[in-house]
Nanobody
């Protein structure tokens, strides 16, 4: 599985960014997809997930109401629209694909952060105050 994330950058607090991730090496149209982030000195944490169809989405409490995950199965791409950004959103953001053989892998739906075990190279988001 190869995951190529892009769209990070420097933005002021209150601003917006849209991250994109193009996937290959998996059947994207039937795959659960997600976003995680890792701030400096902290563990990687779940941000958002989207079911294979796009009909179901899931968010960490810290981003609910500000971030929106979406997908375009024709382009093998998943997006993360980030609005009302805060300095605490500063992190490297990673696109994620599900663990092969897991229930999430076969159903394309989300059960928890442990569903994922493949991450791309990450894209840095820096939010200045």
């Amino acid at each position: 599985v190869q995951l190529q994330a892009s769209g990070g950058g420097l933005v002021q607090a209150g601003g917006s960014l849209r991250l994109s991730c193009t996937a290959s090496g998996l059947t994207f149209s039937s795959s659960l997809m997600g976003w995680f982030r890792q701030a400096l000195g902290k563990e990687r944490e779940f941000v958002a997930a989207i079911s294979w169809s796009g009909r179901s989405t899931y968010y960490a409490d810290s981003v609910k109401g500000r971030f929106t995950i979406s997908r375009d199965n024709a382009k093998n791409t998943v997006y993360l629209q980030m609005n009302s950004l805060k300095p605490e959103d500063t992190a490297v953001y990673y696109c994620a694909a599900p663990r092969r053989g897991s229930q999430a892998y076969y159903t394309g739906t989300y059960y928890g952060p442990a569903d994922f075990d493949s991450w791309g190279q990450g894209t840095l988001v820096t939010v200045s105050s």
